[in-house]
């Protein structure tokens, strides 16, 4: 009898390796690992924002637009001194050149005049601000002009030439007609350059229009700021881009909020933060282990085209009715599991998977294979 016995075991053993076991397979979700917040490069208040939770954006588009400062030319002239450039601090340059940039402007000549000499008539000891006057050098009269009263206090008042071309430091005479007679003269003055004038701003240029020696007219837009520094002296206009690819998340700024440097735009979860997230009930544990590779197939996929590779990648050692602080039980106790893969173009946040964990001599089957099986 035991004889029998013993060659029935001995017949069983060489059977056993034959027997497939069934693969063991588990329900899941395509998640994610965490957000990614892309946070403004500079301050300002949003003008339009192009992006909303569920997209799809990737690094370098536009998410948002930020309202800009906008300086213009106050005069006409040429651009005599540009110290500032894209991404420079307009204030930050100021302190070190005087402004961001200076015009010489059109009205070249400056003169600094009295009534002095001025025809004796009570009419020409009085002078109006704006006025145009007429000017021609007292040596020979070989250099005239025509210029405006740009301030007047007391018996003195300054001119600005509009036209003609006069020489520094030779003394003029000034005249209300255009026959330049001495009935009409107001007074006598002294040549000299008129100043360039200083333009500055506030917070950091990220748009620069004008060059070193350029002609610009009043009006006339030289450049846009934005509100703080920028990192690297790094200027992208006044558009906010995503430095990530991705699914946005959330969306933190709306039109004419203000945004303050470092602020988040938005949250995004970044394509490579996707994973899948199993639960595994306790008497499935032994079935499954940290390191074991996987199959995937996505419920929408009915052909397998679309099938992955994955490999266990956590297996939480508290139950989720742990975390939760109920009495486990045996048949309540599941475990959080998470599968990292690589996502293709068609994977998307929420999608339904059965994952497969193959009996050994299967790991190494790829996703056509695994088809195949099937």
Known sequence: MKKLLSMLLALLSCFAPCVALADTSFDGSVVSGGAVSVRAPFGGVVSSVSAQAGDRVEVGDVVAEVETTKVYAPEAGTVAGLFVQTGDNAETVAARYGAALYIAPDR???ISADIEKAYNDSANKYVNIGETVYISCTADSDHTAVGVIVAAEGTTYTVETTSGELMMEETVNIYRSSERDSASRIGRGTVSRTAEVSVNA?????????????VVERGQLLFETVSGDLDGLYATGSAITSTISGVVASVNASAGAVLNKGDAVL????????????????YDLSSIAVGDEVRIRFNW??????????????????SESAEAGADATVSDAVYNARVAFTPDDTTRLGMTVVVTVPEAGEEG?????????E
């Open 202 to 214: 506030t917070g950091s240029v990220v748009a620069l229009y004008v060059s070193d020696g350029d």
């Open 365 to 373: 089957m790829d996703a056509t294979d695994a088809t195949d099986a």
């Open 267 to 282: 949250s995004i979860y970044p394509d490579d933060s996707l994973e899948i997230e199993i639960d595994v009930e306790e």
């Open 301 to 318: 996929d009915e052909s397998g085209e679309h099938d992955a590779q994955g490999s266990v990648r956590s297996i939480s050692y508290l």
């Open 108 to 110: 070249k000549y400056s």
